[in-house]
Structure formats: C-alpha cells, structure tokens
C-alpha cells in the first residue's frame, strides 16, 4: 500500500513528473537559445516561472463564459494522468487492461480542455487560437493513433500493454516501421505546438492565442500542461518506437537526443499555414498507413 503510494506520488509519479518536465522544459529553451546564438536562461527557468505565476493575481475578464477557471485545471490534470499510465526508464506508476487506449484519451481530451479555456475567456485572439488548436487536432490525431496502432500490434502486447512495451526484447519498432515512427513525431510536434505546428498561439498574428486572457494560476495550469505533455510524448516515443528503457542512463540519453532533434526542427522551421496544415499531417497519416497494412499482413 504504502508503495503504491509512493509510486503514484513520488517516482515515477506526480512529484517527479512534474519536476522532470520542467526541467527538461529547460533544457529545451536553453538549447533552442544556443543554436540561435543567445545565452537563453538556465534551465531550472521554468520552475521559478511557474512559481511566480502561482504567487500572481487571477484576472478574470467580465466577458469570460462558464469554464474559465475549470478549463485549465482540467487539461493539466489529464495530461497528469496520461503521464502517470507512461513508462519512464522502465517504471510506470498505473497499469491496467487497455491502459493505452486511456493514455491516448487523455492526451486528447488535455488538448481539447486548452482550447476549450480559449473559447471559454470569449477573447477574439482565444477565439481564433483555440479554433486553429481544433482544427490541427483534427490534423495530428489521425498520423498519431495509426502510429501507436502499429507498434501495439508489432510488440503483441496488447493486455497491459504500456508496463511491458518498453523492454529491450522487442527492439527498436522505429527501424522495423519506420513510416510510423515518422508519422508519431509530427504528431508530437504538432501536439505540443512546436514549430511549424504553432499556429494556434501565434504571437505575431493573434497576441497569445488561447491564452491571451490568462494570468496567474490559470495561465501557470496551461504552461504546466504543455511541459508536461512534451516529457510524457516524448517518453512515450521511446517506450513505443526506440526500444524502450529499463536503465535510467539509458533513457535520459535516448529522452535528450529526441529533445535535441525537435529543438533543431523548432530553430529551423517557419510556420506552416493553418490551412496547410490538415494536408501536411494527414500525408504522413496516409503514409503510416503503409506500416499498418505491413504490420497486420506481415508484409
């Protein structure tokens, strides 16, 4: 009893999973700002932010509809418990029957729940990010459910799958299906709206999208929900696609060279249009659907 608590709350639970994805968070603003030419800020950043915004006062606008408050609260706690249902370095903290059809769940619905907040501050700039934010999902969810259909057919591991997946045995599924494991990190870019895929919160056309209105607690939930979301997908990845990790060591270089190539992809690329950007996802969708008539046929 007394470790399972510590498992959900600890490690590789609440506690660390938080901890670890702002600080991995860091890492990611500090590479980005060296590969740019700046000193960019430490990498323990993200924590003192998150502090000061906690500590701030809530502004609530007088157009703000039913939802303001429950919106972004709801969207860290499902991304929360997706992570909580996600290997790291070969623990996981919740592990059932049909677990990663729940994880895939919930990483919808902590997407859905950020849009949702933007509808619901009745901003025009959260109007229009959250309607951008809907349509990419419409994008991104179709190339990321083909991608995790094919490697939970290819290991077989199908009840529990998610506590199980990430050993070494079953090899790294990226090299034996390689289309879908393309296909599952465009859809991590685009759900963690990283460059080119930023459209919903682009600063230079719609001020802060979604969040516009936000501040405090409220804005400190939505930044908390994408840094989590980068260090639960990106885990995920490697417990899907690059031969999972039962070693510490080994996870923290495979988690670190993943979040290497999508700062490069970040520096490198410039927006694509909202109205490019259905087509865009959708090729790679289409794409890994090569690897999942290969991984059900035995091509």
Do not use: C
């Amino acid at each position: 009893m007394i470790e399972s608590i510590v498992t959900l709350l600890i490690y590789p639970g609440f506690v660390f999973l938080m901890f670890a994805s702002m600080i991995y968070y860091g890492i990611f603003r500090k590479i980005s700002a060296r590969m740019q030419s700046r000193i960019g800020p430490p990498i323990w950043q993200p924590i003192l932010d998150f502090i000061k915004l906690i500590g701030k006062e809530d502004m609530e606008p007088e157009q703000a509809k039913a939802g303001f408050t429950l919106w972004p609260f709801m969207a860290i706690a499902s991304v929360i418990i997706a992570g909580l249902l996600t290997p790291i370095a070969g623990a996981v903290a919740l592990s059932f029957t049909g677990d990663v059809i729940i994880l895939v769940y919930f990483l919808s619905f902590g997407s859905l729940a950020v849009y949702l907040a933007g509808f619901a501050s009745a901003n025009p700039y959260g109007v229009v990010g959250s309607m951008r934010g809907l349509i990419q999902m419409i994008g991104y969810e179709f190339p990321f459910i083909v991608s995790i259909i094919v490697s939970v057919i290819a290991t077989g591991m199908l009840s529990p799958f998610l506590i199980n997946i990430y050993q070494l045995e079953y090899g790294w599924i990226a090299y034996m299906f390689p289309l879908a494991a393309f296909a599952y990190f465009i859809s991590v870019l685009a759900k963690v709206e990283i460059p080119p895929f930023h459209t919903p919160a682009a600063h230079q056309e719609i001020v802060s999208g979604y969040s516009t209105e936000y501040t405090g607690t409220r804005l400190a939930m939505i930044e908390l929900t994408h840094m989590v979301k980068l260090f639960v997908l990106i885990s995920l990845g490697i417990a899907l696609f690059f031969g999972g990790s039962g070693d510490i060591i080994v996870f923290l270089i495979k988690s670190l060279v993943m979040l290497f190539v999508i700062v490069l992809i970040r520096v490198l690329m410039a927006r694509i249009r909202i109205d490019h950007i259905l087509k865009f996802t959708w090729i790679f969708g289409l794409i890994a659907l090569i690897d999942l008539f290969r991984v059900v046929f035995f091509v």
